[in-house]
């Protein structure tokens, strides 16, 4: 997974002239932005690559815009989502926004308010970006360890003594402790402590017992 410096805008209206004045005001904040008349238009552009930032009103044409969140989420990533409404009410902002919604904003508004709801939302979509990529970095970082460091691993995480894990794994004690210098070089850790908290960033199965009830204490 790439982490991308910035992140892009798809919006999507089925008004022509409030798609053209909402890309423009977009792009006068220095966005990249792709722009779209309709659902269908949005879904084929989404075959070939993800949205970054979504704003989409709430009807597009015979469409929902919390159908199309629900649809980038399932097919894409949780994707940020900026939602426009005529007729907001609170039933319908919390529905929005169990949807995936970030917020939802409601007409009229001013070009100034949307944009900061949008850039809002767009830090928070780079935010969860960062901790996918790190998420993943560090799962492709222990799944590249030899089969013989992930067996020092899981014992290591079992809090074992070096001359316990030697025994265990059936492997001399300098050994152990050559491999365990080893993991934390390829895992770029300095502590256990480091050592643990980038294991369970990458939520992975071989947690100790006890490991796994602190994370989700």
């Given at each position: 997974?790439?982490?991308p410096?910035?992140?892009?805008?798809?919006?999507?209206?089925?008004?022509?002239?409030?798609?053209e004045?909402?890309?423009?005001?977009?792009?006068?904040?220095?966005?990249?932005?792709?722009?779209?008349?309709?659902?269908?238009?949005?879904?084929?552009q989404?075959?070939?690559?993800?949205?970054?930032?979504?704003?989409?009103d709430?009807?597009?044409?015979?469409?929902?815009?919390?159908d199309l969140?629900?649809?980038?989420?399932?097919?894409?990533?949780?994707?940020?989502?900026?939602?426009?409404?005529?007729h907001?009410?609170?039933?319908?902002?919390?529905?929005?926004?169990?949807?995936?919604a970030?917020?939802?904003?409601?007409?009229?508004?001013?070009?100034?308010?949307?944009?900061?709801?949008v850039?809002?939302?767009?830090?928070r979509?780079?935010?969860?970006l960062?901790?996918?990529y790190?998420?993943?970095?560090?799962?492709?970082?222990?799944?590249?360890?030899?089969?013989?460091?992930?067996?020092?691993?899981?014992e290591?995480?079992?809090?074992?003594?070096?001359?316990?894990?030697?025994?265990?794994?059936?492997?001399?004690?300098?050994?152990?402790?050559?491999?365990k210098?080893?993991?934390f070089?390829?895992?770029?850790?300095?502590?256990?402590?480091?050592?643990?908290n980038?294991?369970?960033?990458?939520?992975?199965?071989?947690?100790?017992?006890?490991?796994?009830?602190?994370?989700?204490?």
């Amino acid at each position: 997974m790439q982490l991308p410096p910035t992140m892009d805008v798809w919006v999507v209206d089925d008004d022509a002239s409030i798609l053209e004045s909402l890309d423009a005001a977009f792009i006068r904040a220095g966005w990249a932005t792709l722009a779209f008349g309709s659902v269908s238009a949005f879904k084929e552009q989404l075959e070939t690559s993800s949205p970054g930032c979504i704003v989409a009103d709430l009807h597009i044409g015979e469409a929902s815009g919390m159908d199309l969140i629900r649809h980038v989420h399932e097919v894409a990533w949780p994707a940020p989502a900026v939602l426009i409404s005529g007729h907001l009410t609170p039933t319908l902002a919390v529905k929005a926004m169990r949807q995936g919604a970030i917020t939802v904003v409601e007409k009229p508004f001013g070009i100034e308010e949307l944009c900061s709801e949008v850039e809002l939302a767009r830090i928070r979509g780079l935010e969860m970006l960062k901790a996918f990529y790190h998420r993943d970095a560090a799962r492709e970082a222990i799944g590249a360890l030899p089969d013989g460091h992930r067996a020092v691993l899981r014992e290591l995480v079992d809090c074992r003594p070096h001359k316990q894990i030697a025994t265990r794994v059936d492997i001399s004690l300098r050994t152990v402790e050559k491999r365990k210098k080893e993991i934390f070089e390829r895992l770029n850790v300095g502590t256990f402590t480091e050592l643990l908290n980038l294991l369970q960033l990458a939520d992975v199965s071989f947690l100790s017992t006890e490991m796994q009830l602190q994370k989700g204490a």
